[in-house]
Antibody
Framework: EVEVLESGGGLVQPGGSLRLSCAAS????????MTWVRQAPGKGLEWVSA????????YQAESVRGRFTISRDSSKNTLFLQMNRLRAEDTAVYYC??????????????WGQGALVTVSS | EIVLTQSPGTLSLSPGERATLSCRAS???????LAWYQQKPGQAPRLLIY???SRATGIPDRFSGSGSGTDFTLTISRLEPEDFAVYYC?????????FGGGTKVEIK
């Protein structure tokens, strides 16, 4: 059974940093792209970043480019999102999901339950 | 960036009725790379449709997707109680992936 489980959420001050992790199981991790999608309280879904199965290609939304970095460790079946220079508008539930497709053109077939990130002083 | 506009914002229907949800793109979506997701309160989204019309694993056949170019539709043929939720479309025709704003299907 495919499972993805996020961790690392919490409260952080504006300008601070946080790293999210996503542990994957039930599939061949290195053969699938992975992604992060976020949802601000009461709002819709916003794609954040994606990474190819090999880790050699990454893709980011303009809203996080230069501040967030996606990476993966295939030896640990784990996806990461390093978030720097956080802003209040980054407050959201962050979902990890398995991505299907190629060259950044992905849809998402399995989702985790999400990790809440709150940016506030 | 391709902007997706979903309509209506809210759809009020009774169980057993047919639901028709629209997703319009600001420019043509390459190869009909359009997906639909369902989200219930407090839950993660669930993939329903990919490639505009292919049902994901385990999705009942009352859910169907259609369309191409800039106009796409999700149809639920007969609403079941568990279908009342928010539905999002997502385009993956470019590497700047985008979601629509969502349509809430509520019980009338």
């Amino acid at each position: 059974e495919v499972e993805v489980l996020e961790s690392g959420g919490g409260l952080v001050q504006p300008g601070g940093s946080l790293r999210l992790s996503c542990a994957a199981s039930g599939f061949s991790f290195s053969t699938y792209a992975m992604t992060w999608v976020r949802q601000a309280p009461g709002k819709g879904l916003e794609w954040v970043s994606a990474i190819s199965g090999s880790g050699g290609s990454t893709y980011q939304a303009e809203s996080v480019r230069g501040r967030f970095t996606i990476s993966r460790d295939s030896s640990k079946n784990t996806l990461f999102l390093q978030m720097n220079r956080l802003r209040a508008e980054d407050t959201a539930v962050y979902y990890c999901a398995r991505a299907v497709g190629t060259k950044g053109k992905y849809y998402f077939d399995y989702w985790g339950q999400g990790a809440l990130v709150t940016v506030s002083s | 960036e391709i902007v997706l506009t979903q309509s209506p914002g809210t759809l009020s229907l009774s169980p057993g009725e047919r639901a028709t949800l629209s997703c319009r793109a600001s420019q043509s979506v390459t190869s009909s790379y359009l997906a639909w997701y369902q989200q219930k309160p407090g839950q993660a989204p669930r993939l329903l449709i990919y490639g505009a019309s292919s049902r994901a694993t385990g999705i009942p056949d009352r859910f169907s997707g259609s369309g191409s170019g800039t106009d796409f539709t999700l149809t639920i043929s007969r609403l079941e109680p568990e279908d009342f939720a928010v539905y999002y479309c997502q385009q993956y025709g470019s590497s700047q992936l985008t979601f629509g704003g969502g349509t809430k299907v509520e019980i009338k």
